[in-house]
């Protein structure tokens, strides 16, 4: 029987059971899809991430692959209002690092196990001593169990009432197209717009993720609405290059709680926020990253340290709601708006910009988190 039982092998899931084989500690995961992949949707990983993966190699195998993105700009009508200066971060590592999902996975599993795949998790519960798992192929036991199945899992672990739930209309395209050379291909773009923003940020191999604010509702395929909103949004030159445009809507649910007793919940099982600011990966992995040393001293010394727990959780439970506030001002600023109140609004962000220095970099790149004290 392992030590730790972790549920799920999304980034999160994948970097917990990492860190705890790193501490010396027997883990197992389970994971229902068969095989690893699927669609991208995580592309970046900012600096208190980086500084906390370093120890165990993930950073370095990130950084082999990923761009750099040092400078992010605001454009509106074809005009830079503001630079965002990543390089202004007092962070060893002050860039966002961005790399599809899939392979951030991959660097994030070093010497972790690999999981069992094609089983799925359908209840956890305590029993003396330990925790009771039961999955489509058989029950397990575990002392600790991490429940880290992203939004999918949250029903095994919380009632309706320990969840605040923020229903958003906001509606996005998005699209992860190789485009023509270009002179600001390591820079991440917010376009702002009257129909909305368009955000454009670099990938490696000359390929650049593409999202759009959509009104939707239209006979138009969710394709050429992209294509047209990058038109006129500021990205005419890149719009050739779009395949095809996937759709998401956006929601925040944060759990009350991320303890009880053996039972923990971390990345979005725990806490989902909307993907616009890039943050809710980031948010999960820094709560795997300060989980495992805890759960590493819980095993070696044979029992719970509760005040470390329990400050962790608060500080976890804290640094989701300002990643979700942060995640809502982003929306707000990239809705659609009048020819005039459009106006207003970019020169009100250049001047904040301007005005702010280090403090958006220092937001954008998770620096509000509690992790990176
Ligand atoms: C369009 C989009 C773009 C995004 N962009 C960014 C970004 O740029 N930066 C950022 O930081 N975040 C971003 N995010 C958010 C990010 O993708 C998530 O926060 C992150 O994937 C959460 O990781 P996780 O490991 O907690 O959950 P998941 O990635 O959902 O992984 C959970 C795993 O658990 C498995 N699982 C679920 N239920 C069970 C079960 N019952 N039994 C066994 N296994 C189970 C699932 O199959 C899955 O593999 C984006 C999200 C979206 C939708």
Redesign the pocket.
């Known amino acids: 029987m392992a030590e730790v039982l972790v549920?799920?092998?999304?980034?999160?899931?994948t970097l917990l059971a990492a860190e705890l084989t790193r501490f010396g500690v027997e883990v197992d995961v389970?994971?229902?899809?068969p095989t690893a992949g699927g669609g991208s949707?995580?592309?970046?990983l900012h600096a208190p991430v980086l500084a906390a993966l370093e120890a165990g190699g993930a950073t370095d195998r990130i950084l082999s692959a990923a761009v750099r993105v040092r400078r992010g700009e605001a454009r509106s009508d074809g005009r830079t209002i503001g630079v965002v200066d990543f390089g202004r971060l007092d962070a060893r590592h002050p860039y966002v690092a961005t790399l599809p999902?899939a392979e951030t996975e991959r660097a994030l599993r070093g010497d972790g196990p690999e999981p069992e795949r094609a089983?799925?998790?359908t209840g956890v519960r305590p029993e003396r001593g330990g925790m009771r798992v039961e999955t489509d192929q058989g029950e397990r036991r575990a002392p600790i169990v991490v429940v880290?199945?992203?939004?999918?899992?949250r029903d095994?672990v919380y009632r309706p009432a320990a969840l605040r739930r923020t229903a958003y209309a906001d509606r996005y395209l998005?699209t992860d197209a190789a485009v023509p050379p270009r002179e600001d291909a390591e820079t991440a773009l917010v376009h702002l717009a009257p129909g909305g923003v368009l955000e454009s940020f670099p990938l490696p191999g000359g390929q650049r993720r593409f999202v759009a604010w959509d009104a939707g509702g239209s006979v138009e395929t969710r394709t050429a609405r992209l294509v047209r909103a990058m038109q006129e949004r500021g990205e005419a030159a890149a719009a050739d290059a779009v395949g095809e445009a996937t759709a998401?809507g956006v929601r925040r649910v944060l759990g009350r709680a991320m303890r009880r007793d053996r039972l923990f919940v971390i990345?979005?099982?725990a806490h989902e926020i909307s993907?616009i600011g890039?943050?809710?990966?980031?948010l999960?992995l820094l709560d795997a990253a300060t989980l495992a040393p805890l759960l590493a001293a819980w095993i070696r010394l044979g029992s719970a340290p509760d005040a470390d727990l329990a400050e962790w959780e608060g500080d976890r439970l804290r640094s989701a709601r300002i990643a979700g506030r942060l995640a809502a001002v982003n929306m707000a600023l990239g809705r659609p708006v009048s020819g005039a109140a459009h106006a207003a609004r970019s020169h009100l962000l250049g001047s904040v910009l301007a005005a702010t220095g280090a403090l958006v970099p220092h937001a954008y790149a998770m620096g509000l988190d509690r992790a990176g004290r």
């Open positions: 549920v799920g092998a999304g980034p999160v899931g389970v994971e229902r899809r949707r995580a592309i970046g999902q089983v799925t998790v880290a199945g992203g939004v999918g899992a095994l998005m998401f990345g979005d099982a993907p890039g943050q809710g990966m980031n999960g």
